[in-house]
């Protein structure tokens, strides 16, 4: 995958890296270090059944085809920027045919405003949209500033491309897998821009920017919105007769369904054409919601003594609900465009956030994004009402040519979203024993630290450890994204068991694979370890948890060089090897525990789904003085709970603390 260094980042001559164009190119890493470490991550997850015998298929791996994989790997290397790029998108992304909302698309929630008018939101949303247009004309002049290493090869540049791909972008459904939208890379060959605006689940085009006027003003921006604002609500109301269809309801769909059906609304005139083309090239979606009763989803843990409230009497877990799926078809669901890159979504009662789609960049660059705009609304003087800027057209309200079919389709796409929402149990955790300041205290990491402790979480309750993901970043290297950290190591798998000795899981199992791992936990009921020896124990999870965190930002991880040779060996031998088909293969890559680190300025948050349905999924903020978890997981699996895992993740921290302090 070949793209324009403006994609990547821009440098002066002076630059001491020669950056963009010396910027490595990511490894292949050595065949045997990829197998031994393999290796070393299924022993803690697996039986010794099933390791003995992967441990075999490995070693005829490494003796037969492995090494001519590999070889074609480094020359794959030296002809592509990023040699892993389109395996690993189309593997993530491009390839899973799950919809969007609550399995991918991570939902983000800013700190809440006060709005006493609707000239409030309006003013609030216009100030928005001014400074994403200030942003677009940053990226088109190559000014964005180029993030570096604060640590291992510091000062080193970073990649910036996913920071590129985040205005004007948009994923497209297809079949057999999706493709994405990306803004010109030339840039600058239009000088015309819009948004799209989402109001009572209709959408209205508002040009920010044309060759014949420049750039909308923040005024002038204020009074489009103002007359979306008043024009909606005119207009039939789902329900009633007339009323428009809810055709954002169409990209909640499993990606396979919507292709067929983003075909069938494209084969309905140009019209339609047209409706696409300007909300897959619009900078971003502004989704103006209603915002969601107190009892939504009132089987969570709602309104427990860690969960803040807010405007409307809202608390944390409820706002979240709102920025990962809207609510529900009748509510904002159907206010959505799931593709499109950035949806920011404002709610009436003065909730806000963000729900992005997350194939063209990680987490970072959106929270950025939005955290700069923030800080710097906030550093601008109130505004009073004023008068109407009208020498502009009002903005254009999409309208839309459906058939029966198409009608039907709606219908199916709201009941199958509804279920999809009810059955999501999210909640949003504060832990407040401690955060930062005690962690460095321990000279430990706090990323490590946050890490054992969700596995010690899960030790608790199931009495053993699961295929655990966490991001780590490659952006160090060309086009680089992210590589897995395996959190579920041998060595916190002997901690958990030493710190846990007194106690037994306390959820019931259910599938074979939870029986057999049980069967092989050597468990003690009596106390053997001493406090010295378990922290020791802890001293090595952490320096375990360390290594493989270093190998995956410096590009050696284990997950990216197997991926690799499963997808040479379909190209080569036309057939998938029998290391990938392998049932430890397909248990390392169930990932029962999903995590990420989304590190934020002020007082927000990110949290997602889980990846599968038996999973739990786990986003946390690291504060000073506080952690704060966005955990997730299906009512409709049996054995799982956010709530009771939120509980465990408490006790464990509480017992982390007690061993650690003073130490």
């Keep these: 995958m070949n793209l324009p260094k403006k994609w990547l980042s821009q440098s002066g001559a002076t630059d001491d890296f020669g950056f963009p164009e010396n910027l490595p190119k990511l490894p292949v890493p050595d065949m045997e270090e990829t197998l031994t470490e393999y290796l070393r991550i299924l022993e803690p997850i697996t039986t010794k059944q099933q390791y003995e015998r992967t441990k075999a298929i490995t070693k005829n791996f490494a003796a037969g085809i492995g090494p001519q994989l590999h070889q074609f790997l480094e020359e794959k290397r030296e002809a592509e920027d990023n040699w892993a790029y389109t395996y690993w ?11 969007l909302p609550i399995n991918s698309n991570p939902g983000m929630v800013l700190p809440p405003r006060k709005f006493t008018t609707v000239y409030d939101l309006s003013r609030f949303a216009a100030r928005i949209v001014d400074a994403i247009v200030e942003h677009k004309e940053m990226l088109d002049s190559g000014k964005l500033p180029i993030e570096r290493c604060a640590s291992r090869e510091k000062g080193q540049p970073m990649c910036m491309a996913q920071f590129y791909r985040l205005l004007g972008s948009c994923r497209q459904p297809g079949i057999p897998r999706d493709t994405q939208h990306l803004p010109n890379s030339q840039f600058n060959t239009s000088d015309d821009e819009h948004i799209i605006v989402m109001y009572r689940n209709q959408m209205y085009c508002l040009p920010v920017k044309a060759a014949d006027r420049g750039r909308l003003s923040e005024d002038e921006i204020n009074s489009q919105l103002l007359y979306i604002l008043n024009d909606a609500p005119l207009l039939p109301q789902q329900g009633e007769p007339g009323a428009p269809p809810m055709i954002g309801i169409l990209t909640t769909q499993s990606r396979p369904v919507w292709a067929k059906d983003r075909n069938t609304l494209l084969s309905m005139g140009e019209n339609n054409q047209l409706n696409v083309e300007l909300i897959e090239k619009a900078l971003i979606l502004l989704c103006i919601d209603e915002s969601l009763p107190l009892t939504f ?20 877990t409820n706002m979240a609900h709102q920025m990962i799926h809207g609510g529900g078809s009748n509510v904002n669901t159907a206010n959505r465009w799931f593709d499109k890159t950035l949806e920011i979504v404002i709610c009436t009662d003065g909730t806000w956030g963000l729900c992005y789609e997350h194939s063209p960049s990680e987490g970072l660059a959106p929270v950025q994004l939005l955290e700069n705009i923030l800080k710097k609304i906030d550093a601008m003087p109130p505004v009073e009402e004023g008068s109407p800027q009208d020498h502009l057209p009002p903005p254009e309200r999409l309208e839309w040519k459906v058939n029966a079919e198409l009608k039907q ?18 909640y949003v955790y504060r832990y407040k024993g401690y955060g930062k300041n005690f962690i460095k205290s321990c000279q430990t990491s706090p990323d490590v630290f946050v890490q054992l402790a969700l596995q010690l979480a899960y030790f608790k309750l199931y009495g053993f450890l699961v295929s655990t993901y966490e991001s780590a970043s490659t952006r160090r290297y060309l086009l680089g994204r992210v590589d897995c950290i395996r959190s579920a190591s041998s060595e916190a798998l002997e901690w958990a068991k030493a710190i846990n000795q007194d106690e037994a899981p306390n959820v019931p199992l259910e599938s074979d694979h939870e029986d057999d791992m049980m069967r092989e936990t050597k468990r003690v009921h009596f ?53 990938f088909t392998d049932e430890s293969y397909k248990i390392a890559n169930c990932f029962l525990l999903s995590t990420s680190q989304v590190a934020c300025s002020t007082n927000s948050f990110m949290g997602y789904g889980p990846v599968t349905p038996r999973g739990y999924g786990c986003s946390y903020n690291i504060h000073q003085n506080e952690i704060i978890f966005c955990i997730s997981s299906f009512y409709s699996a049996d054995n799982t709970s956010s709530s009771r895992f939120a509980k465990s993740l408490q006790e464990s921290l509480d017992m982390m603390k007690d061993l650690l302090a003073n130490n």
């Design 89 to 99: 998108l189309n593997d993530m992304y491009m390839d899973n045919p799950l919809p």
């Design 297 to 316: 989803n009132c089987r969570g843990f709602h309104g427990s003594p860690s969960s803040q409230h807010y405007a409307g009497g809202r608390d944390e």
């Design 527 to 579: 106390t053997i370890y001493t406090k010295d020896h378990v922290r020791e124990l802890f001293r090595c999870a952490a320096a375990r948890q360390t290594e493989i965190m270093i190998k995956n930002i410096m590009g050696r991880g284990v997950d990216i060089p197997l991926l690799g040779y499963r997808e040479a060996s379909k190209e080569l031998e036309g057939r998938v090897h029998e290391m």
């Design 409 to 426: 389709r709606i219908a199916a796409a709201s009941v199958a979203i509804d279920k999809s929402i009810e059955d999501l149990d999210f």
